[in-house]
Nanobody
Framework: QVQLVESGGGLVQPGGSLRLSCAVS????????MAWYRQAPGKQRELVAQ???????TYADSVKGRFTISRDNAKNTVYLQMNSLKPEDTAVYYC???????WGKGTLVTVSS
């Protein structure tokens, strides 16, 4: 059974940066796609970024140029580097493994002065 554990969330001022991590266990990690989603209060969960097994990446328009998704297959970990954060980036961020339909429990990111 796949387990995903996110970390790295917190409170940051507008314009600041955070790096989220998602540790994956329970199955082979290299070669499979991974994704980050987020859900803001009162809104639906939305796709933020995804990375394929060969590290091709796609991003939501709202985060292009500010967020970077990456992976370290040796550490079974996927990352989300978030720069130039805005108050509208405030949300719970979830790691997702599409092949296993597995979600992490999420990590809260709050962007506020």
């Amino acid at each position: 059974q796949v387990q995903l554990v996110e970390s790295g969330g917190g409170l940051v001022q507008p314009g600041g940066s955070l790096r989220l991590s998602c540790a994956v266990s329970g199955r082979a990690f290299s070669g499979v796609s991974m994704a980050w989603y987020r859900q803001a209060p009162g809104k639906q969960r939305e796709l933020v970024a995804q990375i394929t097994g060969i590290s091709s990446t796609t991003y939501a328009d709202s985060v292009k140029g500010r967020f970077t998704i990456s992976r370290d297959n040796a550490k079974n970990t996927v990352y989300l580097q978030m720069n130039s954060l805005k108050p509208e980036d405030t949300a719970v961020y979830y790691c997702y493994a599409p092949l296993a339909s597995a979600w992490g429990k999420g990590t809260l990111v709050t962007v506020s002065s």
